[in-house]
């Protein structure tokens, strides 16, 4: 799987819109990209996957550059619920039916009041 | 949506005995679930992929007998550290892929806690 580039952390403050950056310039034409959190003790949690098009969903936005090469999590109003480390992963759509993913160190998000 | 479960969340043992550490998913069928490890401040490690019906597939450095995995049924997946040490506490994770869902969307447990004493 192609390796992604995340910050290793970042700040917010409270109700305001964060923007999560993710590189990813060795990707392929059949990678999915996908964004995970885990909060402090639990399981990664799904957030959001795209392929080419911008996509949005309850929890988030993701929008993809042009070239693929990168891309970035939006949260529209950060909550201290938010606190969370962001995982961003490339998935091979050929190996889709497998569901293995590789964990990069990814980034993470502080919420203040 | 999809859950997938984990029991237990929090296991003490003492050094030198096994544990067995349950993953389910709760309203679809699995063919194939991943257990993770995760150590303090670092991300997620694969461990192994868990195929109903057949032998666990291990990552390079993982040891097959000490780790053992059943898949014995598409919704129940265990792992089992056997003869464990402190060295192997440490917190334990397993997803599933739900196939129907749009994307195959992968689910992940809650997790469980390990501390060998």
């Known amino acids: 799987d192609a390796k992604t580039t995340q910050p290793n952390s970042m700040e917010s403050n409270e109700e305001e819109p964060v923007h999560l950056p993710c590189n990813h310039s060795t990707i392929s034409g059949t990678d999915y990209i996908h964004w995970y959190r885990q909060l402090p003790s639990q399981g990664p949690e799904y957030v959001i996957h795209g392929l080419t098009s911008n996509v949005n969903n309850r929890m988030a936005s993701l929008a993809i550059a042009e070239d693929r090469k990168s891309s970035t999590l939006i949260l529209h109003r950060a909550t201290l619920r938010d606190a969370a480390v962001y995982y961003c992963i490339l998935r091979d759509v050929r190996s889709s039916n497998t569901g293995k993913l590789i964990f990069g160190q990814g980034t993470t998000l502080q919420v203040k009041p | 949506g999809a859950v997938v479960s984990q029991h237990p969340s929090r296991v003490i043992c003492k050094s030198g005995t096994s544990v067995k550490i349950e993953c389910r998913s709760l309203d679809f069928q699995a063919t194939t679930m991943f257990w993770y490890r995760q150590f303090p401040k670092q991300s997620l490690m694969l461990m192994a992929t868990?195929?109903?019906?057949?032998?666990?597939?291990?990552e390079q450095g993982v040891e097959k007998d000490k780790f053992l995995i059943n898949h014995a049924s598409l919704t129940l997946s265990t792992l089992t550290v056997t003869s464990a040490h402190p060295e192997d506490s440490s917190f334990y994770i397993c997803?599933?892929?739900?196939?129907?869902?749009?994307?195959?969307?992968?689910?992940f447990g809650e997790g469980s806690w390990l501390t060998v004493v």
């Open positions: 997803s599933a892929r739900d196939p129907v869902t749009s994307g195959n969307t992968i689910y």
């Open positions: 868990s195929n109903e019906g057949s032998k666990a597939t291990y």
